[in-house]
């Protein structure tokens, strides 16, 4: 009779366990000056010339990698005008805007898949992009490490006809 008792809890304990699976695609994450950030929003644009903007939105942030285009391979961030960041912050009065170009910035970003059947993009990113301090000679790094774009939805740049 104890036997039968025994499974039967267990039976009841182990019947109540479950999985609860969060799935986090699409997604743009990585560490932000060591600490953990992540878009509540994220979607890239592919413009008629190819290029495309791989954009991620939190409250009060914005980031931008632009590439020149979709194609699976290592994109240098440095003196490119076409392979860029722009990280904009809206934290603090007045607004923060940074980018990596014209030799502000190094890094890479690297496109593991183009997925052209779902219209999807994945790959990571890892850039630094150094800004002077205003009256000094100093200049302050910000860096984005170990970042991650995740089947980010990728469309056609929308073109308005002005009429």
Same mark, same amino acid.
């Given at each position: 009779? $104890?036997?039968?008792? %025994?499974?039967? &809890? +267990?039976?009841?304990?182990?019947?109540?366990?479950? =999985?609860?699976? !969060?799935?986090?695609?699409?997604?743009?994450?990585?560490? $932000?000056?060591?600490? %953990?950030?992540? &878009? +509540?929003?994220?979607?890239?644009?592919?413009?008629? =010339?190819?290029? !495309?903007?791989?954009?991620?939105?939190?409250?009060?942030?914005?980031?931008?990698?632009?590439?020149?285009?979709?194609?699976?391979?290592?994109?240098?961030?440095?003196?490119?005008? !076409?392979?860029?960041?722009?990280?904009?912050?809206?934290?603090?009065?007045?607004?923060?805007?940074?980018?990596?170009?014209?030799?502000?910035?190094?890094?890479?970003?690297?496109?593991?898949?183009?997925?052209?059947?779902?219209?999807?993009?994945?790959?990571?990113?890892?850039?630094?992009?150094?800004?002077?301090?205003?009256?000094?000679?100093?200049?302050?790094?910000?860096?984005?490490?170990?970042?991650?774009?995740?089947?980010?939805?990728?469309?056609?740049?929308?073109?308005?006809?002005?009429?």
């Amino acid at each position: 009779m $104890k036997k039968i008792l %025994f499974f039967v &809890a +267990l039976a009841l304990v182990m019947s109540s366990c479950s =999985d609860d699976v !969060v799935f986090n695609n699409p997604s743009v994450q990585g560490l $932000k000056d060591n600490v %953990f950030w992540r &878009a +509540l929003q994220s979607k890239a644009v592919v413009s008629n =010339d190819g290029t !495309v903007a791989i954009e991620a939105v939190t409250l009060k942030e914005n980031l931008t990698l632009h590439l020149s285009s979709v194609q699976e391979k290592t994109y240098l961030l440095d003196n490119s005008a !076409v392979d860029y960041v722009t990280y904009t912050s809206r934290e603090s009065s007045p607004e923060i805007s940074l980018t990596s170009k014209n030799g502000m910035g190094k890094g890479k970003v690297i496109v593991s898949e183009y997925d052209e059947v779902n219209k999807t993009i994945t790959g990571t990113f890892t850039f630094v992009i150094t800004t002077p301090v205003t009256g000094t000679q100093e200049v302050k790094e910000f860096y984005f490490s170990q970042g991650v774009f995740y089947k980010v939805p990728v469309s056609p740049e929308v073109v308005t006809l002005v009429k």
